[in-house]
């Protein structure tokens, strides 16, 4: 099992396609934030090569170049652009980048210290190992201040500039004659005040020698700098601000591009992507923990479902059932009557194809419908796709409230914005490459020719009206005049429904049509099981613990964990069998804030008792016995490293509780 | 000649302290005096060689270079004890004995935060060495911070005034640009003093404004509707956008070079918006509730959480709950601390579905501190449970919980 596990998941690649388009999403994403970086990075220093001669460049303060970097509170998916940002930087800024972070830097020494090491290291990989010298200078003997890293830029400046033009042609001209240094703070908000003023001071003085370009990560808001910094020191930068794509148009990307696609086989249901949404949503707003999550399922569903060996491409799928075992055949067999051995693999076969059509056409016909529905007012089914998605996958779309008032809202949409969506739906299925929606988009086309020919008849119906009105202004007799009133009024209400508002009925019926057709809940076919990942409760046990609550569950309840037929408890009744630190913590739950260990271990030393000797004649000894002392006290000690209770000063012979209060 | 080398064989004061506020010309005044008297001097500032030893090694190698022929050679010097016989032996071998030398310490408040031995030995050096050296010790605060507990030689004290407007008139208009007259700049300087002077009298910073605003007022002269006596219109033209310029670029609510680029592209400053607006921070869902928890435990008294946060509170007397002089100074005093049970018993109340306490709830609980909206207070004991504070305003709750 084993063995053919890891077969399938080298074969297969899940992740790795997955990882690999993942990588890709990022990088396309991060693209217009890092292009902004790396024109203010070129621009921060060349302006200065250029006027040098200017009268106003002698006489401005040389501040520091200084990009506030807005990356929103995810940290967690912030190295992640950071490596981004320097891997671009060295490709075509600056092979001199250091990335420094607030756990690295308590004083201004090691800021300078880790600094030096980042930047004289990248030196050798750029030069690579010749200058041996570089290589043996270990950290203690530089020295860590600014003008040994200014010494050490001349020299590197110089070395560049000598080199042969044939060996290092490349590089040099990727890079400037001076590239500038960028020092990346990635976490402003953890730095000390002390260690970053000073940093700036330092660098400010030397900026003419040491072309310094700073980045600032920011994970709240820009005014973090204000903060940080006194108007003496930010005085001495020049900040820019630049901001990241928020993280939940980066969620929505890739759930687009990884989930609403066929292209991989492997897929999660509803209850899964809710829990994975929601840890999204309501924790920590990292990317980097969805896709993990996403992962995990992968790893889960190949590991825990049998049939998963068919969860493959769909070139693959014939081999796969062919090579089916007997018991893997029995599997199939318990989710659908099929009665031939053979047969049953011919079959298997069929239903996943139909299975990857589905797929196929559901996310077209997803795609279709939010296009409608993210443009209603109040969006009774969401406003992102993802969240359609969810509701089409839980159950029968069509037969829910939401989707009721969606339509009814439809119904209601004027005639520009429907023609608009039209024209996306047609946009939509045309980008198909499968037949099957060759007539629908046909259907949609035709509304579409309707609808501009009503154009023309609206013209004519307008003269018809205003005749109308004309005749109505001749009529002088009060009789007449009642009457054609009346008449008027009875030809409006039949004509109530205009053609276009009888076009308009027709598109939302096809679009219902549609939906009815393709939109069915993928639990509702068979095989499901094979692609689909639906144990949300096994991955909310994962990436939700509750540390506190198992805590209390395995020392209140042992047999949760234990399995053990002797500590079925039934009710709040304390075992004598349970180990000795759940019955101290039972007994413990009864007591307030204060504890006394005295009446604590009697009552301890009772429950123990009743299992030992039950008809013992335990009145006899009032002293305690020496083990249920000794276990009482390691019972005890036990809990206070978990926590639950410390020495307290105000008694001696007591202990304070910690958790819940003391109810 | 040999008058003048007779007098600086002279030993002069031992240590000299000089102070005044920022940009008082200390630092300025001090380089130029001892360059173009050309007498020997190590100058060196205090921020930058962070550690005495650093400190100490720096002095050395400069004194190395001081007669400027030879080639400095890395030093290792780890104590005090250390330096003055290096220093000895430098100053023998550079010839220097004849005359005084010059440590002048730039920044000399840095001094306090290394050993206690360095700032009273800098002072008597002259003694400890035997040689005829002189320190001079810059900064920005007053000698009675400086004066150690134990005592120690008193320097000479020299105290740099701050520059007058008058002053700054003078130096900021010494140097104009070449195309345009001395009056003409003059004149601009009166008008950016006018705005400026009462923020800032920052000689370093005045300078800087002046260069980046300079431009806008030649506007009129380069586009020939005015000359450049027409002191009216040019005024009219360039004060307001001064008086934006104290409001963005001074405060680095945007930087200098897009102040430039817009002032090129001829554009509103109300375009582009400073680093104060982008208050906004998207928080997930219990984040936002757990910072409003906090808020909440922060400023309101323990004894209001029972009749806020309770269902069933009883009875409230509305009349005499809460005493005037409370209602007002909450605000004022400052964020209380609180504990972490009760910021979750205010979380649980105040979320409308359960909530369970995963261990993702308390990792919030920890990023918001490492994001600086709470700051944990007092954790010497791990096991009396953590303790909080919010340390974010009114204004920023308002906008999370909207």
Known sequence: ?663 | SQHFSNLRQHFSFPSIFIYGHTSSGKTYVMQTLLSTLQLPHVFVNCVEYFTSRLLLEEILIKLQSCSGTEQTSPVRCDSLNDFVRLFKQAVASQELQDQTLYIVLDRAEQLREMEANILPAFLRLQELTDTNVTVVLLSEIVWELFRPNTGCFEPFTIYFPDYSIGHLQKILTQNHPPEYSADFYAAYINILLGVFYMVCRDLKELRHLAALNFAKYCEPVVRGEANERDTRKLWKNIEPHLKKAMQTVYLREISSSQWERLQHDGGEPGQLKGLSAHTHVELPYYSKFLLIAAYLASYNPVRTDKRFFLKHHGKIRKTNFMKKHEKTSNHLLGPKPFPLDRLLAILYSIVDERVAPTANIFSQITSLVTLQLLSMVGQNDQLDGPRYKCTVSLDFIRAVAR
């Open chain 1, 1 to 663: 099992m084993c063995s053919c596990l890891y077969k399938l998941l080298c074969e297969n690649h899940p992740e790795d396609e997955c990882s690999l388009c993942l990588q890709k999403i990022q990088e396309d994403l991060n693209k217009q934030l890092l292009e902004n970086l790396v024109g203010f990075l070129s621009r921060s220093h060349s302006d200065f090569q250029e006027k040098t001669t200017e009268w106003t460049c002698r006489m401005k303060f040389r501040e520091i170049p200084t990009a506030a970097l807005v990356l929103g509170v995810n940290v967690t998916d912030h190295d992640l652009t950071f490596r981004g940002l320097s891997g671009i930087l060295q490709d075509n800024i600056t092979p001199y980048v250091a990335l420094l972070e607030a756990k690295d830097c308590p004083g201004i020494k090691n800021l300078m210290q880790k600094l030096m090491g980042q930047l004289m290291k990248c030196d050798i990989d750029v030069d690579s190992l010749e200058d041996e010298d570089c290589v043996q200078v270990s950290q203690n003997r530089i020295r860590c201040s600014m003008s040994s890293l200014i010494s050490w830029y001349e020299s590197v400046k110089k070395k560049t500039d000598s080199e042969t033009p044939s060996k290092k042609r490349n590089s040099s001209s990727r890079h400037w004659q001076s590239p500038p240094v960028v020092v990346i703070f990635k976490d402003m908000e953890s730095f000390t005040t002390k260690v970053l003023q000073d940093f700036i001071v330092i660098s400010s003085q030397h900026i003419h020698e040491l072309p310094l370009v700073l980045i600032f990560g920011i994970a709240t808001s820009p005014m973090i700098i204000h903060r940080l910094l006194p108007h003496s020191v930010s005085s001495l930068l020049c900040i820019e601000l630049f901001q990241s794509l928020s993280c939940k148009e980066h969620l929505s990307t890739i759930i687009d591009k990884l989930l609403l696609t066929s292209q991989f086989p492997f897929k999660v249901g509803e209850k899964v992507l809710q829990v994975l949404i929601n840890i999204f949503l309501y924790h920590d707003f990292s990317v980097q923990n969805f896709i993990k999550g996403f992962q995990l399922c992968i790893v889960e569903h190949f590991y825990s479902q049998p049939l998963s060996v068919l969860c493959c491409q769909l070139v693959d799928t014939k081999k796969r059932a062919c090579s089916l075992s007997h018991d893997q055949c029995e599997n199939i067999r318990k989710l659908q009557v099929l009665s031939w051995l053979k047969r049953l693999k011919e079959e298997t076969v069929k239903l996943l194809e139909d299975l990857h059509v589905y797929h196929e056409n559901y996310v077209l016909i997803l795609r279709c419908l939010h296009v409608f529905t993210s443009s209603l007012p109040k969006y009774p089914l969401g406003k992102q796709i993802r969240e359609l998605h969810c509701a089409c996958l839980e159950n029968r779309v069509w037969e829910t409230e939401e989707y009721e008032s969606s339509l009814q809202l439809a119904r209601m949409l004027n005639k520009t914005d429907l023609v608009t969506m039209l024209q996306q739906c047609v946009e939509i299925l045309m980008s198909s490459s499968g037949k099957e929606f060759d007539k629908t988009s046909e259907k949609l086309k035709e509304f579409l020719t309707q609808f501009q020919n009503l154009e023309a008849e609206a013209s004519q119906e307008q003269d018809m009206s205003v005749l109308s009105q004309k005749e109505l202004q001749k009529k002088t007799d009060l009789y007449h005049l009642q009457k054609t009133l009346l008449e008027l009024k009875e030809s409006r209400r039949s004509k109530k429904l205009t053609k276009f508002e009888m076009l308009r009925f027709e598109v939302v019926d096809y679009i219902d049509s549609l939906v009815r057709k393709y939109l069915i809940p993928a639990d509702d076919r068979t095989l499901h099981e094979v692609v689909y990942f639906n144990t949300a409760s096994v991955l909310r046990e994962h990436l939700n613990a509750a540390p506190r609550t198992a805590l209390h569950t395995a020392l209140n309840n042992p047999h949760w964990y234990l399995k053990n037929q002797a500590l079925k408890c039934d009710g709040g009744g304390i075992s004598n069998k349970a180990p000795d630190i759940c019955i101290a913590y039972k007994l413990h739950l009864e007591c307030g804030r204060l504890i006394n260990l005295v009446d604590w271990l009697e009552a301890f030393s009772t429950v123990v008792m009743a299992a030992e000797e039950p008809n013992a004649d335990a009145a006899s000894s009032d002293q305690v016995d020496d083990t249920i002392h000794a276990r009482f006290i390691r019972a005890i000690s036990e809990l206070e490293l978990l926590g639950f209770i410390k020495p307290s000063k105000q008694k001696t012979d007591h202990v304070a509780r910690l958790t819940w209060g003391g109810c």
